[in-house]
């Protein structure tokens, strides 16, 4: 692969990471509840790695010729998306300025929605599904394997850095009571 198509897909890829979506979200409430901001973090990453995975073993290209399935996929992932969004609104986070901590946060499950977040996420299936394989040549030194693996791998590095810094942004943004005027 040469570093021009490397490059290229980084900055197309871009584009999508800092498109705000569910992921944003995800990242946003971890900073809300003021804990649990990387772990929250690193089960998004996860998810991205199993959908490069997917997509690398040839999973996506069948998805691709199977329209229901991807339609399937993608009815599954809103329908996941719905019920974090119900449960949001069920058990609401709530900002305590001035406190140390806000309620303790199961880790692990932050960790598990973080996977079911981005990898049951229907855009990030669109681009996985859609525009990996397009950036892929057989006439590359690489098998189409690695070089899948090596763009999802840019993409969910791409991922920790902003979601990371949306995350954190959020969280630091709790720390500082509102102006009463």
Not at 62 to 81: E, K, P, S
């Amino acid at each position: 692969m040469s570093w021009d198509l490397l490059v290229s897909f980084w900055a197309f890829s871009l584009v999508f990471v800092v498109t705000p979506g569910i992921d944003w979200s995800f990242a946003i409430a971890a900073g809300i509840r003021g804990q649990g901001v990387l772990i929250s973090i690193a089960g998004l990453l996860v998810g991205y790695l199993a959908l490069t995975a997917f997509v690398a073993f040839g999973v996506g290209t069948v998805l691709a010729q199977h329209d229901y399935l991807m339609r399937l996929m993608t009815l599954g992932g809103a329908l996941y998306i719905g019920w974090l969004g119900v449960g949001m609104i069920r058990q609401p986070t709530y900002i305590q300025l001035g406190a140390e901590s806000v309620a303790a946060v199961d880790r692990w499950r932050s960790f598990r929605h973080g996977i079911g977040v981005s990898g049951l996420n229907p855009k990030a299936l669109l681009f996985f599904v859609a525009f990996l394989p397009p950036f892929t040549s057989p006439h590359y030194h690489w098998s189409l394997v690695q070089q899948i693996m090596v763009m999802g791998s840019i993409h969910t590095a791409s991922c920790a850095v902003v979601y990371t810094c949306v995350g954190y942004s959020r969280e630091s943004a709790n720390k500082y009571p509102k102006n009463k005027k």
